[in-house]
């Protein structure tokens, strides 16, 4: 009888031990809010940039007792401050004001998979086309690296994908009345 008294405070302990767990999930509205943030940004070129605070991670000492499911709680902010992504930030706002020019001509739109493209490539001089291309290949590479750089700034390289995608629609979201966006099905229209 003794044996199963000092059994059952045990297993209970155990139980409630196994119910702990850590759910690091994607924080969207922070991502959002960083998103907007860093394309502001870019779209004032030449004005002095900003960090915003690391995030971070609480668990409350209830969550830990396995009172309730424990969740890692959405950070405040996500970390979009590192010497990466400060040098990707400048690359893009001085490339901005000539990316400016070929998105009020038509030339090339925000694309929905968070990159820029060519889009009437006919209607663009030839011997501007190469310029064009260029410039939109560089942008490319700069907006993969950014995603890329917030996901690992924050300790979680799987969540480039989701940045991506957020950055994707805030950056049609942030374009200007008159630019070419690509809607989710795949057509292009002006803004």
């Known amino acids: 009888m003794k044996n199963k008294l000092f059994a059952f405070p045990f297993l209970m302990l155990l139980g409630i031990a196994s119910c702990v767990t850590i759910n690091i999930?994607?924080?969207?509205a922070a991502a959002e809010k960083a998103a907007d943030k860093i394309i502001q940004d870019i779209q004032k070129s030449g004005e002095p940039?900003?960090?915003?605070?690391?995030?971070r991670i609480r668990i409350s000492l209830l969550d830990l007792l396995g009172i309730s499911s424990a969740h890692a709680a959405a950070p405040a902010n996500l970390n979009i401050d590192s010497p990466e992504i400060r040098t990707l930030k400048a690359s893009m706002q001085k490339r901005f004001p000539k990316l400016r020019q070929y998105l009020a001509k038509g030339?090339?739109?925000?694309?929905?998979?968070?990159?820029v493209a060519?889009?009437?490539?006919?209607?663009i001089p030839l011997k501007q086309r190469a310029a064009v291309e260029r410039l939109v290949a560089a942008e490319n590479r700069d907006r993969k690296a950014l995603y890329k750089a917030i996901a690992l700034a924050n300790g979680h390289p799987e969540w480039e994908d989701d940045i991506r995608e957020t950055f994707a629609k805030r950056w049609i979201a942030n374009a200007?009345?008159?630019?070419?966006?690509?809607?989710?099905?795949?057509?292009?229209?002006?803004?």
Do not use: C, D, M
């Open 25 to 28: 999930y994607f924080p969207a």
């Open 107 to 115: 030339w090339v739109g925000y694309a929905n998979n968070g990159l």
């Open 176 to 191: 200007q009345s008159g630019w070419w966006i690509q809607e989710t099905n795949g057509r292009w229209r002006q803004k």
């Open 49 to 55: 940039q900003t960090g915003s605070e690391p995030a």
């Open 118 to 123: 060519v889009i009437h490539k006919n209607e």
